[in-house]
């Protein structure tokens, strides 16, 4: 028998949201909660290891919540739940802890780059890895939709979950990753990925003039107003394929290749193209902040229900290592 799809995700309230987090993470939970049970949680225990002022961390997941839920979350379909409201998760990290080798976590991604940069990293850098899974498997999900750069992660929960069944039985559901196609592709505003530790994004949700400046700030080569130019080579047209219906993305590539299109025109063209985008979800958005109460209503709701998964975990878990 086939066992139902059921999605995990979450994602860092570490700042505003931008075109990369919607087009490499969000879009896709979106789709995904028709497709089966979705659980996405607001990863603000993950946040400390970069947050450290509660009140701005407190704003960050708000307004996470709330773009979820402007940009189309259906609570009904989908249960949205900040990470803290379950801490549970704690108590099944440390047990995937003691059947974890510490090679594993020293091979992870995240703490290597830190440590080749000189950065000291934290205990909780060095954990990340532990909590992650905990994190996924809690809710005995069986699908982990993540862009290319978290793929590790999944496969070392899969190796934490299967060093804890070796060890005590058949616990955990060993999760299966799905790449986002898009994650990692949406160009940032100086032609790298968008990224807030670059600071080359384009919030989602930023006022009139915020967002003027970021599109109109893109940087561009120097080539002339009459000089054909290469669209897939150029990050104004990266971004508006993003946003634009297929006829006028081909518009934009054809004025491009035939010269006397300047990047000028362009951005104005991918501004205006945002705004219409995005303009409903930026309406919504700023509603839902003026109404923190129903906010907190769908958080509270979404982690009675991720909670109870998890103590239905932790309890096979305690009762697989006798601590029940």
Known sequence: MTQPKRFLSGIQ??????????????????????EGEAFYFIANYHAL?????????????REVAAAYLALGLDPQRAVLFRQS???????????????????????????KDKVARGIAPKVGLFYYPVL???????????????????????????????????????????????VSEVAGLVPGTDGQKMSKSYGNVIE??????????????????SAPVEAPKDPERN?????????????????????????????????KALLAKLKTFFGPARERFAALLARPDDIEDVLREGARRARA?????????RAACGLA
């Open 235 to 267: 990050t104004i047209f990266q971004l508006y394929a993003l946003v634009a219906t297929p006829e006028e993305k081909a518009a934009m590539a054809d004025a491009f290749r035939a010269g006397g299109y300047g990047y000028g025109e362009a951005k």
């Open 85 to 111: 409201d379950v801490p549970e998760l704690h108590e099944l990290a440390w047990l995937l802890a003691t059947v974890t080798g510490m090679g594993l976590l020293e091979r992870a991604h995240a703490y």
């Open 13 to 34: 309230p570490s700042g505003k949201l931008h075109l990369g987090n919607y087009f490499g993470a969000i879009a896709q939970h979106l789709a995904l909660q028709h």
């Open 132 to 178: 992650m899974a905990a994190d996924i498997l809690a809710y005995r999900s069986n699908v982990v939709p993540v862009g290319a750069d978290q793929v590790q992660h999944v496969e070392m929960t899969r190796d934490m979950a299967g060093y804890f069944n070796h060890t005590y039985g058949e616990v955990f559901v060993l999760p299966e990753v799905r």
């Open 49 to 61: 290891t970069t947050i450290n002022n509660a009140a701005q961390l407190r704003a960050l997941t």
């Open 309 to 317: 998964e998890a103590l239905a975990t932790i309890e096979a878990a």
């Open 204 to 221: 989602l949700f930023a006022d009139d003039a915020a967002l003027k400046k970021s599109v109109m700030g893109i940087v561009t080569d």
